[in-house]
């Protein structure tokens, strides 16, 4: 029988969309089953055959889950805010909605056409305003919130105020930008203004002075991870540290949980490892350096046993007291440097761990512990989110300050507790002054950490501490195309907006740059302003700042809509609740996941975040977002190139290439044959080679070929509407299974998909006599279902196990015996198209059509193992005559051993093996040998 691929797709297809079979309803009383991907961005690109990877996977799992009985949720979405739709839209004018629609019915166009089981109807866009009205709702949740360090939750703002009035802040343990000090008598008696600017250093979404990643060009703050070698990785625009004023996520009060829950997750270790590496946590001491004009440095330290070896200090060129303790003859060094400074991002200064630099400031600071006068530095190695931004520098015992001190000459002390500290811990005993402190002589590092802790605390010069990393999350973006911040000013002071106007919708502006006078693109819209009287959004012209409020013009950034999203999925058309109570305790969390290890310290970490928080503050029962999560490696692309002779628009052929000096250059694989250049077509290619003149070998050009990250920029991207096109959605699904364990990167070979097409061809045709059904309802063979149960133990251990391409092998191997067999059986044909289906979904459906069956095979129950059709009937032993192997005996599996020694002994060959002689000895272990000792 001919398998039409292309009529079967389409049919199933058709039927699937029709019949809403993947539509999951809400029945509590079934066990439920929660697979998610992580959200795609929608490009104008489209999907390559590099995406689909984790989507299959997570698809393959969730068919399987069915086929248990669970009700599968598996859902799909569109993270659709983003820079690149909104730099679209600067560039051509088009707004970024219309971009983003067409990219999306893109992408949903090739996913269906490879045939996920998504339940469509629970689609989300971030962009779309009835979801980003409960993005912008847990913001107003976030406001209006702060953590309470004593029950180590989050509480109403409510409950922080009636504190104030109570007590002020007498025993508040809570989480805050600055420690404040006040009485409730000069709470109750504060003006509303400094009432709000009080709240604003306890909630957990606030505004505050950050060093950001500005970009000029773009005109927006970038997150770290959009910058790449001090520019922006989308331009390659160059980008500055700015202090601006902006909102930030409290995600630092997490800390420690976040960490914690690590434990409670089944996620990659390496991942894990990333996100607590990124949180950071250290315990030591905070100390407190008196300088000589009267300031105070205080710095975090997790060595404080050696601060008898602190010799100078360091500032992060941001920190404010960089300005008090800069003297008027140190003033042009200070700037220059603090110039150059704000040209690297925090994440290239900390990588860059061999090169030191910095400048004195003129002033000094005395050692507490020393009584010494120690100089005081800036350097672009510290940093103003880690600890104070100020650092002890004890150059026998730390790298970087060790290299600083090289570099400027300054003193270098090497304290010396035990003699372990001079054999281990000293970058430099030759040129250091060795000083043996009789306070700590002797003291192991644990001994002489705590007992230096608590002299500081006795002298009140600090305390033992605890400090985390992480920093809080910049919440602004200077973008158009987001979430509009909920929030107006009135007097400068932030307020929300009541949730019953929810969504706060984006305006129409004319230009999506920033305004002349360097506001957001939300500055040029004309209605975008808040009339508080009468509850909703205005002209701008009507802002009299008494009734009529300016509004925030930054909006959310990328993090925002996708933190948040898997809880959207649960109950994704109400319109009254982000998800409902029940829906979100029956769903619970994500089961698995599946995505890309590039999010770890981004998406994965901030909806850990918000997810506690929703917690904290009741809105859903579950502590930790997704409970197993699997990475994804990459579909690599073979890539093609040229080489161009320096100075020419010659091409000559790869094995020729030594002679000449010359320039590689990406060309598009379309254009070749196996590694040979269709030159006419690469002239034809892009204008710049239409003159171009090649050298050939054998009258051809051969390509160099190599393996890399597939992407559009190298050319070498390959479209799965064309394999489907060509081989069938199954065959694609199938293929990119088997080139290997999911996990694992592994290149791309379009050549590779025709074996894997043979193999559909002849499981299709197990079916057919001819263009005739030929399904039997005789009785298997024994032969026939240890064929099939042997799979259904591999396939469930696969499974089970995530290992995808072992079972496409073991498909393989089924179907070959199957048919050497010529097996018609219903009874192994029907269980073997159920254990396929989860992974060849289209021509599992057709086939099951063709058995007989009306309804989808998608919830037909998996089979069920037995093991009786794998026992052993009988057992080839081996026979050794002192212990040289001579032939082979079957024997019934369960023959006793009395019984196998009287076989054996009546065997000729062992009668002719013996020649009259009686066996010494005769060894047998059951089921596996027999050894006759002559």
């Known amino acids: 029988m001919f398998y039409d691929h292309k009529q079967i797709d389409q049919k199933w297809q058709k039927y699937w969309e029709e019949n809403q079979t993947y539509k999951t309803l809400n029945d509590t009383s079934k066990p439920k089953f929660y697979v998610l991907d992580m959200f795609p961005y929608p490009s104008g690109a489209g999907l390559h055959v590099g995406h689909p990877l984790g989507y299959i996977a997570s698809d393959i799992y969730a068919r399987y889950k069915r086929h248990q009985g669970f009700n599968v949720l598996h859902p799909i979405g569109y993270d659709s805010f983003g820079l690149p739709a909104e730099q679209y839209a600067i560039q051509t004018g088009q707004h970024p909605a ?44 976030l406001f209006h919130s702060w953590y309470n360090n004593s029950t180590d939750r989050a509480e109403p703002i409510s409950s922080l105020i009636s504190y104030f009035e109570e007590f002020g802040t007498e025993n508040l343990n809570a989480e805050q930008t600055e420690e404040l000090n006040f009485t409730a008598e000069e709470w109750k008696n504060a003006s509303e203004d400094d009432k709000q600017d009080i709240l604003l250093n306890y909630r957990l979404a606030f505004r505050a002075e950050t060093t950001v990643n500005w970009c000029p060009e773009l005109g927006t703050v970038l997150a770290n991870d959009e910058v790449k070698d001090g520019k922006s990785e989308r331009g390659g625009f160059p980008v500055f540290q700015k202090k601006m004023m902006q909102w930030s996520m409290r995600i630092t009060a997490y800390s420690e949980r976040l960490l914690q829950g ?12 990333s996100q607590q590496y990124w949180i950071g946590k250290s315990q030591g001491a905070a100390v407190k350096f008196e300088t000589e004009n009267g300031e105070e440095i205080e710095v975090f330290t997790t060595r404080p046993d050696t601060i008898f070896g602190a010799t100078f200090m360091v500032l992060a060129p941001e920190n404010p007291l960089v300005v008090k303790l800069t003297a008027t003859e140190q003033k042009a060094e200070i700037e220059n440097y603090i110039e150059e400074t704000s040209k690297k991002t925090e994440r290239d200064r900390m990588a860059d761990v061999k090169n030191v630099s910095g400048a004195f400031t003129g002033s000094y600071a005395v050692n507490p512990f020393t009584n010494k006068k120690i100089p005081v530095y800036i350097s672009d190695y510290v940093l103003m989110g880690y600890g104070t931004g100020a650092v002890m520098a004890v150059p026998a015992h730390d790298e970087r300050d060790h290299r600083f001190a090289k570099k400027f000459g300054l003193e270098i002390v090497n304290v010396i507790k035990n003699e372990v500290d001079i054999q281990e811990e000293s970058y430099d005993t030759k040129d250091s002054v060795c000083v043996n402190s009789e306070f700590l002589n002797g003291l192991n590092y644990d001994d ?23 920093r809080d999350a910049i919440f602004s973006r200077q973008r158009y195309w987001g ?21 706060l919708e984006l305006p129409e502006v004319e230009k999506y740059l920033p305004t002349e006078d360097g506001d ?15 509850q909703k959004v205005v002209s701008v012209d009507l802002i009299d700042n008494k009734t009529v409020f300016p509004l925030e013009l930054s909006t959310m950034p990328g993090w925002a809509g996708s933190s948040w999203y898997f809880l959207r999925y649960m109950d994704p058309n109400n319109d009254e609740v982000f998800t409902d109570k029940k829906l979100s305790d029956y769903w619970g969390q994500v089961d698995l996941y599946i995505g890309g290890s590039e999010h770890a310290t981004g998406h994965l970490l901030y909806s850990r975040f918000w997810n506690m928080f929703l917690k904290d503050r009741g809105y859903i029962s579950q502590n930790e977002p997704f409970k197993k999560l699997i990475n994804q490696g990459m579909i690599l692309g073979m890539s093609a190139f040229v080489f161009r002779i320096a100075g020419t628009n010659t091409y000559v052929s790869k094995n020729m290439a030594h002679e000449h000096q010359t320039q590689k250059i990406h060309v598009d694989v379309s254009l070749l044959k196996g590694d040979e250049l269709d030159t006419e077509a690469f002239k034809n290619w892009r ?13 051809k050009y051969i390509t160099e070929r190599e393996v890399e990250k597939m992407s559009k920029s190298k050319y070498n991207v390959v479209n799965p509407d064309d394999i489907c096109e060509e081989y069938g959605a199954d065959c694609l699904r199938l293929y990119e299974m088997f080139l290997g364990p999911l996990e694992q990167s592994k290149p791309w070979n379009t050549q590779g998909l025709s074996g894997v097409y043979g193999f559909l061809k002849k499981f299709y045709n197990l079916y057919f006599d001819g263009d005739a059904v030929s399904v039997s309802d005789d009785e298997p063979t024994k032969e026939e279902y240890k064929i099939l149960h042997t799979l259904i133990k591999k396939v469930f251990y696969d499974l089970e196990n995530f290992s995808f391409n072992t079972s496409v092998s073991s498909f393989m191997i089924a179907v070959n015996e199957l048919q050497k067999l010529k097996c018609s059986k219903r009874k192994i044909l029907e269980p073997l198209a159920i254990i396929v289906s989860p992974y060849a979904p289209h021509i599992c459906e057709e086939l099951w059509s063709v058995l007989g069956h009306s309804e989808s095979i998608e919830f037909a129950p998996f089979p069920k193992l037995d093991e009786k059709y794998l026992a052993e009937d009988e057992i080839d032993y ?8 001579r032939f082979k005996l079957s024997l019934p599996a369960d023959l006793e051993v009395t019984l196998i020694e009287e076989a054996i002994l009546k065997d000729e060959r062992t009668v002719k093996q013996l020649e009259g002689k009686s066996p010494k000895k005769v060894i047998i272990v059951p089921k596996k040998i027999i050894n006759i000792v002559i």
């Open 262 to 273: 690590l434990n409670d997750i089944d996620w990659p270790q390496p991942l894990k490892d």
């Open 687 to 699: 204008p710049e080679f239409n003159d171009a003149d090649f050298i050939l070998e054998d009258g």
């Open 448 to 470: 002489a950490k705590s007992k230096i802790i608590s002299e500081i605390e006795k002298r009140g010069i600090g305390h033992g501490t605890t400090n985390y990393r992480q």
């Open 98 to 141: 219309v971009t983003t629609e067409q990219n999306i019915n893109r992408y949903e166009q090739q996913m269906r056409r490879i045939g996920f089981s998504f339940d469509w109807s629970r689609e989300v866009r971030t962009s779309d305003p009835s979801y980003y009205k409960w993005t912008q709702w847990i913001f107003i949740e």
């Open 878 to 885: 081996p026979v050794s005559f002192n212990g040289k192997l």
């Open 520 to 534: 957001p693109p939300l500055g040029n819209a004309k209605n975008f302003a808040w009339d508080d009287i009468n």
């Open 483 to 503: 979430e509009p911040v909920p929030v107006y000013y009135k007097n400068e002071m932030p307020y929300t907006l009541p949730v019953s106007v929810l969504p």
